[in-house]
């Protein structure tokens, strides 16, 4: 979560308005690219947030660059540029996507495995834990580790699901070295 006051109110407005205008997937859709493209690229982020590019041309290259996307995003892409806060998308992207991931009762978790899980392996662990987080499913990041040895470990939130392998060893470890 971010700790920006200004990011959770441009979150709060850009999560309403397309709940009003019945487009929260698709605006949710472009958030996430617009953030693997924001922070992919540090060129780009450069370039938008530099005092050296006029704000009329940095408009006029977001509607270029973006022109496939939601008018909702590009509009609010535009509105940060004229109040000058284009540096915090990342964080209003995040602060949007837990608002409306509690809105669709979803919760993300990362699963950490020795190999990748196969899609009715992540729908059994979405089930699974997502009744134990009071949710009612888990958009899953699968994160391969060779290092848990078996088992896998699930992190949702701040909560840790720990049956690997690796820490099974190492509590037995502990209780026979005492």
């Known amino acids: 979560m971010s700790n920006s006051t200004a990011a959770k ?81 990342s964080d209003i992207i995040t602060e949007f996507m837990a608002l409306s991931y509690d809105a669709q009762g979803v919760a993300e978790a990362k699963v950490y495995t020795t190999r990748e899980l196969t899609e009715e392996e992540r729908a059994n662990v979405s089930t699974v834990f997502a009744k134990n987080v009071g949710k009612q499913s888990l958009r899953i990041q699968n994160i391969v580790d060779p290092s848990i040895i078996g088992g896998m470990r699930v992190q949702i939130g701040n909560r840790i699901y720990d049956s690997s392998l690796s820490t099974k060893l190492d509590r037995l470890k502990r209780n026979l070295i005492g």
Not at 49 to 55: A, E, G, Q, Y
Request: no cysteine.
């Open 9 to 89: 109110r441009y979150a709060i407005a850009l999560f309403e308005l397309a709940q009003q205008k019945n487009e929260l997937q698709s605006v949710e859709n472009d958030l996430r690219e617009l953030k693997v493209v924001w922070n992919g690229n540090k060129d780009l982020k450069t370039l938008f947030t530099s005092p050296k590019l006029s704000l009329d041309k940095k408009k006029e290259l977001i509607r270029e660059v973006f022109n496939n996307a939601n008018p909702i995003v590009i509009n609010t892409l535009l509105v940060l540029i004229d109040k000058k806060r284009l540096g915090e998308v």
